[in-house]
């Protein structure tokens, strides 16, 4: 019986570590692309109970970003500038303004300029469009991706990770809800302020 349980709980466990690793992959992906919450939302809620699982998720989620980026990057290449920009306009938190901006950038940067959109909230599907766009090297465009990408989402998600297993240690009476509504609240404020905070700036 212990090692049918045994085997069972470590089933359970392969499968929720693959559960975690594919929906940062997928995330990273769709956050490249069309979608607007970055990945750093899954890979730090892992980081609340499983620190060493999320910090792997990162490299998952960096994964997803890199295809989503060169779908993204493949698709300003060959569609028309009025045109990608027209759908990207639509998406929440991005303006005309911010994406001529980051045309100039990369214009004048090429793409090492992605190493700035994570200081200003600048989202990765603007630089993978402009340098598309710009037809830059997709190589160098990737390189650049993985710092431009991966830092950031090992900042947030240790830094997640840190603050809940410091609350525990603190505060062992604390209830694991308590910690949990705690993160969604700030995340949920988070984007609260901050998409119509860019928006304002059209």
């Not at 779908?71 to 990608?84: E, L, P």
């Not at 710092?147 to 009476?173: D, E, H, N, W």
């Amino acid at each position: 019986m212990r090692i049918r349980l045994s085997r069972r709980a470590r089933r359970t466990g392969h499968t929720h570590v693959a559960r975690d690793h594919s929906v940062a992959a997928a995330w990273g992906f769709a956050e490249a692309t069309f979608f607007f919450v970055v990945p750093d939302v899954w890979t730090s809620w892992v980081g609340l109970r499983r620190p060493k699982r999320a910090l792997a998720t990162t490299v998952s989620a960096l994964g997803g970003a890199l295809v989503g980026g060169a779908v993204t990057y493949a698709w300003g290449r060959n569609v028309a500038a009025s045109s990608s920009q027209s759908v990207l306009a639509k998406v929440p938190a991005v303006t005309e303004g911010m994406i001529t901006r980051v045309e100039q950038e990369v214009a004048e940067s090429g793409p090492a300029s992605l190493m700035r959109g994570p200081t200003r909230g600048v989202p990765y599907k603007l630089y993978a469009r402009a340098c598309g766009l710009q037809r830059k090297s997709l190589l160098s465009f990737l390189a650049w991706s993985v710092p431009a990408r991966l830092i950031r989402f090992m900042v947030v998600t240790l830094a997640a990770s840190g603050i809940a297993a410091a609350t525990r240690k603190i505060f062992p009476q604390v209830p694991e809800k308590l910690i949990t509504g705690v993160f969604w609240c700030c995340w949920a404020g988070f984007y609260g302020w901050f998409v119509p905070t860019v928006t304002r700036r059209r």
